[in-house]
């Protein structure tokens, strides 16, 4: 079934137009997967490089396409390498939502990365003015737009609310978890 306005040599039909669609629908939910990270860099140099392969191919200018397509022939290898944090985050957003019953798209929800109690920041204020004090160093990251998840999944989870006396037991320089071996 042809749209009732027809594009002389182009013919569009819905199929066409749902297609569209969906793959702009996919191209989005891969941008937001990637956003805030240097793979979003990577993924539109990569993207850049083949649209000029395109390009090149389209002109038939033989010797060119023959080294993009030597690039193009190991990019998935390539891409699995570079983007191999972002896979990982990925599956693992696939199995949280297939173990916890989520919608049938719910596995394209990026985790926002904020839990939803989230403490004051008295607590962290705290507990850096008493840490400064012993001239003790602490690194302590509060995210707005950069995605920490990858970091927070390699650490264990306290269940806990923060306080300063929590924080100061963290950072303790005596603690056997900041003593070498």
């Known amino acids: 079934m042809s749209l009732p306005f027809p594009l002389y040599f182009l013919h569009v039909g819905l199929a066409d137009v749902a297609d569209v669609l969906l793959v702009t629908w996919m191209l989005y939910q891969l941008y937001k997967l990637l956003r ?30 023959a080294i993009l397509g030597q690039f193009m022939s190991v990019g998935v290898l390539a891409s699995i390498i570079l983007f191999q944090q972002e896979i990982r985050r990925f599956l693992l957003n696939v199995g949280k939502v297939a173990l916890e019953g989520g919608g049938p798209l719910g596995w394209w929800r990026r985790p926002s990365g904020q839990p939803t109690g989230a403490p004051g920041v008295a607590a962290f204020v705290e507990a850096a003015k008493s840490l400064a004090g012993k001239e003790t160093g602490a690194l302590i990251c509060f995210t707005l737009t950069s995605d920490l998840s990858a970091y927070a999944e390699s650490g264990d989870r306290l269940d806990a609310e923060a306080s300063k006396r929590l924080l100061l037991a963290i950072f303790n320089k005596t603690s056997p978890c900041t003593m070498g071996p």
């Not at 539109?44 to 490089?49: D, F």
């Open 36 to 65: 805030g990270s240097v793979a979003l860099n990577v993924a539109l140099g990569l993207l850049s490089l083949y649209l000029v392969y395109l390009v090149v191919s389209a002109l038939g200018l033989g010797l060119l396409t």
